[in-house]
């Protein structure tokens, strides 16, 4: 079985720009989970989405946002890069066991 | 914040030594689940346990839960130099929106 997909691994993107991110859960899976990770920093709770509507965002501006697509895949788009934005994303996925989490291995994004 | 903090932030150890590390939270959880995460990559859950248990084991790692000073360990027996790694704790708490919180991890160093 096929874990989380992320994708890119790496991201260089220039400040001002849009960065798009995607995430394929696991097979079965219906719930994406986006986290930041930002050197030093721990896990930030960015956006869950489940059966295609986003259920729950945290603390961050709307330049951050994203979609769930029928195949309950996802994509997490951050407008108008600031340095700051330059963190690993982490995607994670969940079924009918709400507590069990899979995660993928990340994308890298930096910001210049 | 609800994010919890880990004690200690670093750890050096020596091959065949325990390793314990501390969890803090700030509210009431449904479960407290660790993982850990190599080299700044994905995160692979270890082990979950729930606000009614005390105490839970899986192969060299024993998980305490002290609900009443919200507090967490993981011990991981006879260290290996595989372990090291990065190791969070996370929390999830009844109308949390089914996200998880992290703490802010402890960096385990198992020396040969």
């Known amino acids: 079985e096929a874990g989380v997909t992320q994708s890119p691994t790496h991201l260089i993107k220039t400040r001002g720009q849009q960065a798009t991110l995607r995430c394929s859960p696991i097979?079965?899976?219906?719930?994406v989970y986006w986290y930041q990770q930002a050197l030093g920093l721990g896990l930030q709770f960015l956006l869950w989405?489940?059966?295609?509507?986003?259920?729950n965002r945290g603390n961050f501006p709307p330049r951050f946002s994203g979609r769930q697509f029928p195949n309950y895949s996802s994509e997490l788009n951050v407008n108008a890069l600031e340095l700051e934005d330059s963190a690993l994303y982490l995607c994670?996925?969940?079924?009918?066991?709400?507590?069990?989490?899979?995660f993928g291995s990340g994308t890298r994004l930096t910001v210049v | 914040s609800q994010q919890g903090e880990e004690d200690p932030q670093a750890l050096s150890i020596q091959e065949g030594e325990n390793a314990t590390m501390n969890c803090s939270y700030k509210?009431?959880?449904?479960?407290l689940q660790w993982y850990r995460q190599n080299s700044g990559r994905g995160l692979v859950h270890l082990i979950l346990?729930?606000?009614?248990?005390r105490e839970k084991h899986s192969g060299r790692l024993r998980v305490t839960l002290d609900t009443s000073k919200k507090s967490s360990s993981l011990l991981i027996t006879a260290s290996r130099a595989a372990d090291t790694a990065s190791y969070f704790c996370?929390?999830?708490?009844?109308?949390?929106?089914?996200?998880?919180?992290f703490g802010t991890g402890t960096q385990l160093k198992v020396e040969l």
């Open positions: 509210t009431s959880i449904n479960n």
């Open positions: 989405y489940d059966e295609g509507e986003e259920r």
């Open positions: 097979s079965g899976h219906t719930s």
């Open positions: 996370a929390t999830a708490f009844t109308g949390g929106g089914n996200k998880l919180t």
């Open positions: 346990i729930r606000s009614n248990e």
């Open positions: 994670a996925s969940n079924g009918l066991n709400l507590w069990s989490y899979t």
